[in-house]
């Protein structure tokens, strides 16, 4: 136990031997011993106590979004918004055409992936896949989409990172929420968009990179959409 701040700087602790003495310097003032035997979550998961360190170099602090303008800004929010829309009413054909034709969806296992190719994925979509999936998840017979089955999409933090060569690259947060029969899912984390426009103007989503802070958690039962 800390001395009171009343005792003063110079205060002595009874019966306190010069191991006690040398631990009241430090930050952390429980010491175990080497030889205690692991207990709470080192039994469970030795590897996941302490947290072992990322490889690689530190993560970049991201940087506040462009002064850009607000008929871009809005624009933008809204393609998003509209997409949340558009998965939650399960118009999953409208939600495919705000993509370009070059367009891929992507939902990387970890943080620290770069590429989709040479490495597993949860989702790695292009167009062609998106209409795999819709024609699955569309069928009379899909087990799926056979209980009550809703979600309800909410996405802010929307933030235009750079507008370069006609690409617009933005940041943003989300958070779903999903229905099953009497179970309800969250789902939470980032996305990563780098629009284009088409021929006649209109924002086209070239990439859109989903990173699920929760994407390692056991789930009862796998995605069968896209998040």
């Not at 040398?22 to 030889?35: F, K, M, N, R």
């Not at 992507?106 to 597993?120: I, L, Y």
């Not at 994925?121 to 989409?145: C, Y």
Request: aromatic content about 8%; overall charge negative.
């Amino acid at each position: 136990m800390r001395p009171h701040a009343s005792d003063g700087p110079g205060a002595a602790i009874p019966n306190a031997g010069p191991d006690f003495e040398h631990l009241l310097a430090q930050d952390v003032v429980i010491e175990a011993a080497s030889g205690d035997a692991a207990t709470g979550a080192q039994v469970i998961a030795p590897d996941h106590s302490p947290r072992a360190p990322q490889p690689g170099a530190a993560p970049a602090v991201p940087r506040a979004g462009l002064v850009a303008g607000n008929d871009l800004q809005r624009e933008v929010e809204q393609l998003l918004y509209l997409q949340a829309e558009l998965l939650d009413r399960k118009l999953w054909q409208a939600w495919m055409d705000l993509f370009d034709e070059r367009g891929v969806y992507w939902m990387p296992v970890t943080p620290e992936q770069t590429e989709w190719e040479d490495s597993p994925s949860i989702f790695a979509e292009d167009k062609l896949m998106m209409e795999i999936r819709k024609g699955r998840v569309s069928h009379p017979n899909a087990w799926s989409q056979a209980p009550m089955w809703e979600t309800n999409h909410i996405v802010g933090n929307v933030a235009i990172e750079s507008v370069d060569g006609g690409a617009v690259q933005v940041r943003s947060r989300f958070h779903l929420m999903e229905l099953r029969r009497d179970t309800v899912r969250h789902f939470g984390g980032s996305y990563r968009h780098t629009l284009v426009r088409d021929a006649a103007g209109a924002l086209r989503i070239v990439l859109q990179r989903v990173d699920l802070f929760n994407g390692q958690a056991p789930f009862d039962y796998v995605l069968q959409i896209w998040v």
